[in-house]
């Protein structure tokens, strides 16, 4: 319970750090401000000030950012798929191996287990 308890002030104490420090850099430069921080009105003259700056461009130019944010994702995916992937190559020699090294592990005997279980239970205070 103590750990347990440790663990919850430690945590807490590491979140509101990093709160803290996230707050005081974005009050340090507030140039970008999150698009949750915007107001209303703010975030509707930029979506209109970008949807005026599309209607100007050619049907070329549009093409063409379509294509740019297509790639962009399609690396983002690529980047987060390759370090998902890393050292996740699947050997099955080496699988073959470990399987058959497991089944031959020697199976404890009952007094063995009992012994096992006497040793990792703790008694009861009565509290």
């Given at each position: 319970?103590?750990?347990?308890l440790a663990t919850a002030i430690a945590s807490a104490f590491a979140i509101s750090s990093v709160s803290a420090m996230a707050q005081t850099a974005a009050q340090q430069d507030n140039s970008?401000?999150?698009?949750?921080?915007?107001?209303?009105?703010?975030a509707k003259a930029a979506r209109e000030a970008a949807?005026?700056?599309?209607?100007?461009?050619?049907?070329?130019?549009?093409a063409a950012a379509k294509k740019a944010a297509r790639s962009k994702?399609?690396?983002?995916?690529?980047?987060?798929?390759m370090i998902a992937n890393e050292n996740m190559q699947y050997d099955a020699k080496q699988g073959a191996a470990d399987?058959?090294?497991s089944k031959n592990?020697?199976?404890?005997?009952k007094a063995e287990r009992k012994a096992d279980?006497?040793?990792?239970?703790?008694?009861?205070t009565g509290q």
């Open positions: 319970m103590n750990k347990l970008m401000l999150p698009l949750s921080k915007m107001d209303t009105q703010d949807k005026a700056k599309w209607d100007k461009m050619t049907p070329q130019e549009q994702r399609l690396q983002d995916a690529n980047a987060i798929d399987a058959a090294a592990v020697a199976k404890p005997t279980v006497t040793q990792q239970t703790k008694p009861t």
